[in-house]
């Protein structure tokens, strides 16, 4: 580890112990009377009738929804009626909504924060507003992290929930017992064609069952096991399970190294511009070979420039961006990162935007609003698979099923 990053984790740890030990300031029966009282450091003291109230608590003395918070007035300690975390209010009113949902705003609108008001002592407000638009209808605006994800799959949600639109026409995570990816064993709902609650080697297929058929795109013949694709799956170190054959007679998925990773001469892959199988003072390329670190310690390498800047330069950059870490690194897998990447600048104009699209997957295709993996059952009856047909998306009988089923 780098003599000055250990240095900056003992400060960090000297400031958060004795962070640990340091009484609040409302504790000082100076600013708080309440503090004189058992447990008072718990309390704070309410003018309108002279009475301590326990802190945090929401109710009385304050509106139903709202929390008793402490606040400063010069040097004393005041109680403060708030949103608690999470909540906001909409001004010139007491009742506090959470964020991010539909709250007190019409159909197809979100509770959002008013950023400003949050950094400002006081109240903390909150406005209606539209969700943004996301590439295509395969996919649906997730607001607490301001990004788009494809239905019908885990997204942001906790492993057992899927993502769905409701009738609220907003984004949230459910689990309906009536749902064809629900799995009464745990009660939980799980994505089709990923793990889910399976053994390794079998997935989560249509009909609420786990399976593997050698038909899909998901088996991989040397093992005989299906594995969630775009996911490490049976590869070596550094590789992704992906689609790299789409035919008329079904989709092929093998190991190849994941994005911005090169394979090295032992055969596994390594971030680029990372140490990776490399010595200490050196890098691994494009091309999977070991080159010398060309920047000094502080500096970034530009692989575009092929030179090295301070990280926060705007020169290698577009107008509104400026040279920053790596951060889709980890450190704790891949090791330290050379790489220099241009991100938005504070206060910039950035014309940055990252589009995902359901055509941007190898292998996916949009049926019914929703992004399915082709040559597997998706949306179709059984012993149909979904294919690509001139242009068009159907549901055609697998070669090897005689189900019956006409182009749909």
């Not at 009113?93 to 509770?111: A, I, N, Q, S, W």
């Not at 140490?275 to 920047?295: A, L, N, S, Y």
């Not at 941007?360 to 049926?367: N, T």
Request: charged residues 25%.
């Amino acid at each position: 580890m780098e003599e000055w990053f250990k240095k900056v984790v003992l400060m960090w740890l000297v400031v958060l112990s004795n962070a640990a030990v340091l009484p609040p300031p409302w504790a000082d029966v100076q600013s708080n009377p309440c503090a004189s009282h058992p447990r008072g450091w718990l309390m704070l003291y309410w003018p309108m009738d002279g009475k301590c109230y326990t802190i945090y608590k929401k109710g009385h003395p304050c509106p139903d929804t709202q929390e008793l918070s402490p606040g400063r007035r010069g040097s004393m300690t005041v109680a403060e009626c708030k949103c608690p975390p999470g909540t906001a209010q909409l001004p010139h009113t007491t009742t506090c909504h959470k964020l991010f949902e539909r709250g007190p705003c019409r159909v197809g609108e979100y509770f959002a924060p008013v950023e400003e008001s949050f950094k400002k002592r006081g109240e903390r407000q909150g406005i209606c507003v539209r969700p943004k638009q996301c590439a295509d209808e395969t996919l649906v605006y997730w607001p607490p992290d301001d990004r788009c994800y494809y239905r019908m799959t885990q997204g942001p949600c906790f492993l057992g929930s899927i993502l769905e639109v409701g009738k609220d026409g907003l984004a949230n995570c459910t689990c309906r017992k009536t749902s064809s990816n629900y799995w009464s064993t745990d009660d939980s709902c799980y994505p089709h064609y990923s793990r889910g609650p399976c053994e390794k080697g079998q997935l989560f297929l249509p009909g609420s069952r786990c399976g593997c058929e050698s038909h899909l795109p998901h088996y991989h013949n040397e093992t005989k096991g299906c594995y969630e694709l775009d996911s490490p799956g049976p590869c070596p170190k550094g590789h992704t399970f992906s689609i790299v054959e789409v035919s008329s007679k079904g989709s092929r998925a093998e190991c190849k190294c994941k994005s911005f990773h090169a394979r090295a001469s032992d055969g596994a892959c390594y971030r680029m511009y990372t140490r990776g199988p490399c010595d200490q003072d050196e890098m691994i390329t494009r091309d999977g070979r070991c080159t010398k670190v060309p920047c000094a310690r502080g500096r970034l390498y530009s692989p575009k420039r092929r030179r090295c800047y301070r990280p926060g330069a705007t020169e290698p950059c577009p107008l509104g961006e400026v040279l920053s870490f790596d951060f889709e690194a980890r450190p704790a897998v891949d090791g330290l990162s050379h790489n220099g990447v241009c991100a938005c600048g504070p206060g910039g104009l950035c014309l940055r935007k990252k589009v995902i699209t359901c055509l941007s997957k190898p292998g996916a295709a949009i049926f019914g609003n929703t992004c399915h993996t082709l040559h597997t059952q998706g949306p179709c009856p059984e012993g149909a698979w979904l294919i690509r047909d001139k242009g068009m998306v159907k549901c055609q009988c697998r070669p090897d099923n005689n189900c019956g089923v006409g182009d749909r």
